[in-house]
């Protein structure tokens, strides 16, 4: 079997390398099926996905059995600009891989968001709830979602949010780095989501191509959904840096950082699909976040 992984420079990518030539992860050995496989990785050089023709071409010369699709344009703000290099990136390119698949018959996980949804609701948001989204990486991803189902019967959309892993920048880098250099940092208290570490998304990603299963799956890290203030006071103290952190509203931080593309109140996900199915493998996202800062700051200090 032959394994394809899009946006393999990511931090999703990079994981689901690296889990796919090991034949295991932190959360435990990947499925008989995926063992031993031939794993191809492409990042936008190797394979522009929004480019139908050249997808045909390297389809014709890998011939993936499964492909998982990390590329995407997740500048939120880039695409709030960009809508329409955001929508061939976000919806062409996803829905290109699914006619390459349908016509090879290769099996297809493609990666979405939780701004697929409006970001108004009180409660987590399950598969079988409309999508109303208010940016445009939401409009542009949830395009790219209906283009997958539409021409690819063999596939799964994997909704995720809040991603950090250890390749790459990502909100939990960039708060250790803050924290390590200022006295205290001000976080907006006021956006509620769920932090999802790339170790389990990549891992349910692999239960999920190794089942027959396909439609829309939540895939976030459990546990109560936190706003980024409180996830930022966890991060602090998992990685034992002594700094305040401030809370803030999303008014009074856009105000300062003038940011174009809104951002969601409310965009906790709840993987509902999972437990009906395969089974909801991820963990609390407090113990990943633990697990994931003692093996990142041992790789800080062999470096």
Known sequence: MKILVTGSRGQLGNELLRILSTGKSELGVLPDVLQGCEIVGADVGELDISDADA????????????VFNCAAMTNVDGCETQEDLA?????????????????????LLHVSTDYVFSGTAATPRTEYDSCEPATAYGRTKLAGERLVQEHCSNACVCRTAWLYGYEGNNFVKTMMRLGREKGSVTVVSDQVGNPTCAVDLAYQMTVLAASGETGIFH??????????YAFTQA??????????????????????????????AYSALDNLRLRETVGDVMRDWKVALDAWMRNYLDMECKR
């Open 55 to 66: 997808v045909g071409r390297f389809f014709s010369e890998v011939c993936p059995d499964v």
């Open 87 to 107: 929508y061939r990136v976000n919806a062409d390119g996803p829905g290109n891989l699914a006619a390459a698949c349908a016509r090879s018959g290769a099996r």
């Open 219 to 228: 895939c976030t890290c459990g546990g109560d959904a936190v706003s980024w």
């Open 235 to 264: 991060i602090m103290e998992a990685a034992g840096i002594d700094v305040q952190v401030r809370p803030c509203t999303t008014e009074e931080y856009t105000w300062v950082s003038s940011r174009p593309a809104k951002r969601p």
